[in-house]
């Protein structure tokens, strides 16, 4: 079925570091790959997309990679801060309406 | 518009009792989604509506489960018979969309059900 696997669980890294998380997806038709921060208690944030038709994308810290034959794509997070720490959540998209289907999430920590 | 907002943030309900969540999209938003997490995952997929038009509903969607949006605007999901496990946070989502291009979600702050 529609499935999107999202390691490591948890990551800790230290202050100023970069963190990478990774997700695959089975959906060979997905086309749309956001990620979201979610922060204790509070709602999911869009932090960062990417389409089907675009290889990687940047967004001052951050950036997403897709490799569309591997059906995976990555999180990269460089020069990382505290308030960096929050759950990371993948998504891909599934059939028409724009339906994502979400990881499990990692758990990420930055150590000052 | 300041966002998507949810009512209640939190219920505590007996078991068997029914619930209704409420949720107010962005305006300009056609598309509007619900979906269920539980501690320690990502949300699953409920159900959505184009406009008033309830398009896709997950199999995790018992009989017990009923969404609607009249008139294309808010939208309600209520539990009938509420149990233990319906216990979760109930989150809801807007998106535009055109044509097939999709863009991403904006989440309310959700709802969180407690069933005892």
């Known amino acids: 079925g529609e499935n999107v696997e999202q390691h490591p669980s948890t990551l800790s890294v230290q202050e100023g570091d970069s963190a990478v998380i990774k997700c695959t997806y089975s959906?060979?038709?997905?086309?749309?790959f956001p990620w979201y921060k979610q922060e204790l208690g509070k709602r999911p944030q869009l932090i960062i997309d990417i389409r089907s038709n675009v290889g990687e994308k940047k967004d001052q810290r951050i950036a997403v990679t897709l490799n569309k034959t591997a059906k995976h794509f990555s999180l990269h997070i460089t020069e990382t801060q505290p308030e960096d720490s929050a759950v990371y959540f993948c998504a891909a998209s599934i059939g028409y309406g724009n339906k994502l289907v979400f990881g499990a999430g990692t758990i990420l920590r930055v150590k000052s | 518009d300041t966002g998507v907002s949810q009512n209640p943030r939190h219920k505590i309900t007996k078991r068997g009792q029914n619930v209704t969540f409420r949720c107010d999209p962005i305006?300009?938003?056609?598309?509007l989604y619900w979906y269920r997490q539980t501690l320690g995952q990502g949300p699953e997929f409920l159900t959505y509506f184009q406009n008033e038009a309830q398009l896709e509903k997950s199999r995790l969607l018992s009989d017990r489960f009923s969404a609607e949006r009249p008139k294309g605007s808010f939208s309600t999901l209520e539990i009938q018979r509420t149990e233990q496990g319906d216990s979760a946070m109930y989150l809801c989502a807007s998106s535009r969309n055109y044509g097939s291009l999709n863009y991403g979600y904006t989440f309310g702050s959700g709802t969180r059900l407690t069933v005892v």
């Open positions: 305006s300009e938003h056609n598309r």
């Open positions: 959906d060979s038709a997905s086309n749309y």
